[in-house]
């Protein structure tokens, strides 16, 4: 039997990285077997589901490369897939369970239901449905249906069995049917419940494994029973542990950023959240941690998911995503990078020469950053320089004035000092006109034209400020002062001028 596996998101909200994870096993485990990957949006709460949080999930989905061969945007021959526009086949399932007596109309109030819920805990017994519409007569559901009331419909869960559930990641787990309860399979206003809908989306869908999360296993004995009454056989099961937050609680939005658009919107690269949430629960075997996306697809195997919780560790995945923003090709990176140029202020427009000089200067940061959203802050002295400050700077510098001299007099007669070797060949001629050398030479030069103390590279950062500075205006970048500019502004304030 082939595989295929389904990712079932319920669209009221944003899509959260536990779920991206689930969302990525099933991916993995229907590319490294060949099989396919079906997208279902399970949309029947009417009230909380919107097509803008699908349109977002979808977004997030495609922008980690977990494409879909079925779904509703790209349709297939399982449809429809989302839930709210398959109500007639919950209505014919439902229909053949009435018939071969395995599901009842059910009369009773939410007060009736939560006093028989109440009296439940009172006398320390889980608390499951009474079975009180489960004996009514055929002339006494007519009269009531006639008087104008809307029964639900509830599953008869046999008594006194043991469902055995083969779970490929915990193994098997046993549940009574005696603590189960009749479940409601379809509300009183006809639409279906999660664990009749699923099924019937299951079957029909032909899906061979489920892979999902621990919190759907406690429903997995209600949706066999069904499977059964159905005549279907229940796919296969895995039900992968939680993601928890640094305390070992369930991660949540006090654990900061949760969800796959607060990632993007930080600066994270897809194949490094990607490869995180790949290695949260499951191992590619060895000791590796950077690994493709192909190559854990070609690796992944259920049998070695983890059954313990899985920590998210934010520092793991900085780690990770300052490895593929090493690796990832300049251009990428700047367009990538761009939008918090434009929100900082540096970039007004991505024109063509916006995105080439972000590429150029892109080694200043990368490598000592994590995220894409810091590269500004990291570059900030190109554009917010401080002439104040850099020239206290130097005149801590016991030759520091005259430093900042010989450098200004060799920058201003030669070319603009845009690439390494360039500012090498200055630097020669300012060790020999100052008779400076190492930090007495390079030091004062590194406050005057950046007003840090530490910082990049000279060899980057000086070719950095002059292609900046010949930028011209309709390149849509924030003006960068030039080195001359900067080293005479600052002789300038100190006196040397």
């Not at 554009?383 to 104040?388: H, P, S, T, V």
Request: hydrophobic share 45%; with cysteine; charged share 25%.
């Amino acid at each position: 039997m082939s595989v295929r596996v389904r990712f079932a998101p319920s669209p009221t909200g944003q899509l959260h990285v536990g779920n991206a994870r689930t969302a990525l096993f099933n991916w993995l485990l229907a590319r490294g077997s060949g099989g396919t990957f079906v997208l279902r949006i399970e949309d029947t709460d009417a009230e909380r589901s919107t097509r803008e949080s699908e349109r977002t999930m979808i977004d997030d989905l495609r922008w980690l490369g977990l494409t879909w061969d079925e779904g509703p945007d790209v349709g297939g021959p399982h449809g429809p897939y989302r839930q709210s526009e398959r109500q007639s086949h919950y209505d014919t399932a439902a229909d053949r369970l009435v018939a071969a007596g395995r599901a009842y109309p059910c009369f009773c109030t939410p007060a009736m239901l939560d006093a028989d819920r109440q009296a439940a805990l009172a006398a320390g017994l889980p608390p499951k449905y009474s079975g009180r519409c489960r004996e009514l007569g055929a002339d006494e559901i007519a009269r009531r249906r006639a008087a104008g009331e809307r029964p639900a419909l509830r599953f008869a869960v046999p008594a006194s069995r043991e469902v055995v559930v083969h779970d490929l990641v915990r193994g098997d787990v046993s549940f009574s049917t005696d603590v189960i309860g009749d479940p409601i399979i379809v509300r009183s206003d006809g639409s279906p419940a999660y664990n009749f809908a699923v099924v019937v989306d299951d079957t029909e869908m032909e899906i061979s494994q489920v892979v999902r999360g621990e919190d759907h296993l406690s429903n997995t004995p209600r949706q066999v029973l069904i499977y059964e009454a159905l005549g279907r056989t229940p796919p296969l099961f895995a039900h992968l542990a939680l993601v928890l937050g640094p305390d070992h609680a369930p991660l949540s939005k006090r654990h900061g950023a949760t969800s796959v658009a607060e990632f993007r919107a930080r600066g994270y690269l897809p194949e490094a959240l990607v490869n995180y949430l790949g290695l949260l629960g499951w191992s590619p075997g060895g000791d590796e941690e950077i690994v493709s996306t192909e190559e854990m697809a070609r690796r992944f195997d259920v049998s070695r998911v983890g059954h313990s919780a899985a920590v998210f560790d934010v520092d793991k995945l900085a780690w990770i995503n300052r490895h593929y923003m090493k690796a990832a090709e300049p251009a990428r990176i700047a367009r990538a990078a761009l939008p918090f140029f434009e929100r900082d202020g540096r970039v007004r427009a991505a024109t063509a020469a916006a995105l080439d000089y972000v590429a150029s200067i892109l080694p200043l940061a990368v490598g000592s950053v994590d995220r894409l959203d810091e590269i500004p802050a990291r570059v900030a002295f190109l554009f917010a320089w401080d002439a104040a400050r850099a020239a206290a700077l130097v005149g801590e510098e016991s030759e520091g004035g005259r430093a900042v001299a010989a450098w200004a007099d060799v920058i201003e007669t030669r070319e603009p000092l845009i690439d390494r070797e360039r500012f090498r060949a200055a630097a020669a001629a300012a060790r020999e006109r100052s008779g400076l050398k190492g930090r007495a030479l390079f030091h004062p030069l590194r406050v005057a034209l950046t007003a840090e103390a530490s910082g990049p590279e000279l060899d980057l950062a000086v070719p950095a400020i002059e292609r900046g500075a010949a930028l011209a205006p309709d390149a849509d970048v924030a003006p960068v002062p030039s080195c001359l500019a900067r080293l005479r502004a600052v002789a300038g304030m100190t006196g040397k001028a």
